[in-house]
């Protein structure tokens, strides 16, 4: 999210909370942050790798042994191979591993920069390949971005699949991150030229799917590329979504799946965020043979895709555990989306509707503002999936003493102006403090006082741009309570630079710090709000 692209301080520092892995027992009676805390953690639970692999791959050995993913079976006869990149990958292919057993006779992953070490370090050895494995593994991509370690595995990727033949079965794993964890620019395009034009592209706004439109036009195994290379081996992929919708052509830029990017779309793209006068000589050299060279359809019956974990299944178990708290629980959406700034002022006027509803004013002018304001936001925002008519018909009737919690997932993002440290889930957390202080002005804004509110915004792969935490909490008075401490929350928005406000601010006691999970399904925001005691 930032342009300040500095290294971690140290890997380890991160290891601070791993992913929880078993039920835990919350009392009621507990703080909104730990009840957070907890949310949190049992929405990662759900997606780590062990559980969706166990569920979704099974090995039959009764007569003639044969891998059964859904309604399909894949005859293996020791001629199975594996390769697989993303922040999840690790994990997903030590119980591949497991899995398989003697049939995988060779696998390659490509994961995070420093990923063996912090999850050794956080105690989850299951996520760990074993001694001996018939799997390699290479560590590159430092900061979510491409680099020389990223590109000799996508290199050897290449290679072993480009050495398949019709009899043989190629287990793909694919998680978020899996992008800049397998780069292959088209040649004459270096690996520093493509970089440079997705992160301006980033740095403007531009959403995932114009990124990966770009990454595809540019890339030899983006796009379907993997899967051609592969050809005439059957190719299995299993999926861990980190896209809004869970379109499989553009998690990780879709290398098993057939995509043919519209030249004309990127080019629109590229004038959109004002790209056209920047562009390396090398992109402007593929893009122009591509026009006059455009692909034939190619034959993609030999792949099967199969998405095995999302946003919406750790959302679904972040509900379980809120409803065991007592909370009135609703899921707002999968797919929030859009500059964060708007997306802060949707969650604030969500917040001032539940607060006006638990103190009895769930009728009347105030509430009717309020409720008009947010069909409005909403309106404007075009979130998938998000009926905020029925959510608010829900909210609407509450009782003072019923707790309340909102969740959502998606991804956000940040239109950059500064050149501070953070990442999308800090500033989403901080913009939605600054927009509840502002409340406190207006009609609504008295009902706040009556409420306990808490807001918290996460990545569920445990690193929030290049920063040690995952996300952020804040609340109604954190404003107030920074000017306390001489920082000024504006100050900080308007440098990007959210990081830096959360670690000075009560010590860093509102940064959510979780380490590398392991996982990655997007963001999680969950809103818990309860009338104070009176």
């Not at 195994?221 to 809004?244: E, F």
Request: with cysteine; aromatic share 4%; glycine share 10%.
């Amino acid at each position: 999210m930032t342009s300040a692209l500095k290294a971690l301080t140290d890997i380890h520092r991160t290891c601070v909370i791993p992913a929880c892995r078993e039920q835990t027992s919350y009392p009621r009676s507990m703080s909104l942050w730990e009840h957070g805390l907890h949310l949190f953690r049992s929405a990662v639970g759900v997606v780590l790798p062990a559980p969706m692999l166990r569920r979704a791959l099974v090995l039959k050995t009764d007569g003639c042994p044969r891998l059964v993913v859904k309604d399909r079976a894949f005859p293996v006869r020791r001629n199975l191979y594996l390769v697989g990149f993303g922040k999840a990958v690790l994990g997903m292919a030590a119980v591949a591993e497991e899995i398989l057993g003697d049939h995988l006779i060779q696998g390659i992953v490509s994961v995070p920069h420093g990923i063996r070490a912090c999850l050794q370090q956080a105690g989850m050895e299951e996520m760990l390949l074993k001694p001996h494995s018939r799997i390699q593994v290479i560590e590159g991509a430092k900061h979510n971005l491409p680099d020389r370690e990223a590109l000799r595995a996508a290199s050897m990727i290449r290679e072993l699949a480009e050495g398949l033949t019709a009899d043989d079965l190629l287990l793909v794993l694919i998680s978020g991150g899996g992008s800049a964890l397998l780069p292959a620019p088209t040649p004459p395009i270096l690996l520093e030229e493509k970089e440079k034009v997705t992160k301006l592209l980033a740095s403007r706004g531009a959403t995932i799917q114009e990124l990966n439109t770009i990454r595809k036009a540019l890339s030899l195994l983006k796009g379907g590329g993997l899967a051609q290379a592969a050809y005439p081996a059957q190719v299995l992929s299993l999926i861990l979504s980190d896209v809004i919708g869970n379109p499989v052509d553009i998690i990780a830029s879709g290398p098993t799946v057939y995509s043919s990017p519209s030249i004309q779309g990127c080019l629109q793209i590229m004038t959109k965020y004002n790209l056209m006068s920047t562009l390396p000589r090398s992109v402007e050299t593929v893009l122009s043979s591509s026009v006059s060279d455009p692909s034939d359809p190619k034959d993609y019956s030999h792949v099967y895709n199969v998405v095995i974990g999302s946003n919406s299944l750790a959302l679904e178990e972040a509900k379980h555990q809120a409803e065991d708290l007592g909370y009135r629980t609703l899921i707002l959406s999968a797919g929030v989306c859009g500059e964060v700034s708007r997306v802060a002022k949707l969650y604030s006027q969500l917040i001032q509707f539940v607060c006006l509803s638990t103190a009895g004013l769930g009728e009347g002018p105030l509430r009717d503002e309020v409720r008009g304001d947010l069909l409005k936001l909403a309106a404007e925002l075009d979130i998938p999936d998000l009926n905020l008519v029925d959510s608010l018909k829900a909210l609407q009737g509450l009782q003072s003493e019923r707790s309340v919690c909102l969740l959502a997932g998606g991804e956000t993002t940040v239109q950059l102006q500064g050149n501070g440290k953070g990442g999308r889930n800090q500033e989403l957390a901080l913009q939605v403090a600054l927009e509840l202080h502002r409340a406190k002005a207006t009609g609504a804004g008295y009902v706040l006082g009556k409420c306990e509110v808490l807001f918290l915004s996460g990545g569920t792969d445990g690193q929030d741009g290049p920063t040690e935490a995952a996300g952020a909490f804040s609340s109604q008075e954190l404003v107030d309570k920074a000017v306390q401490e001489g920082l000024d929350v504006e100050t900080f928005l308007s440098n990007n630079d959210s990081y830096t406000f959360f670690s000075k601010f009560r010590n860093g006691h509102h940064l959510l710090l979780t380490g590398l999970t392991g996982t990655n399904v997007m963001d999680i925001q969950a809103i818990l709000i309860r009338a104070r005691e009176r």
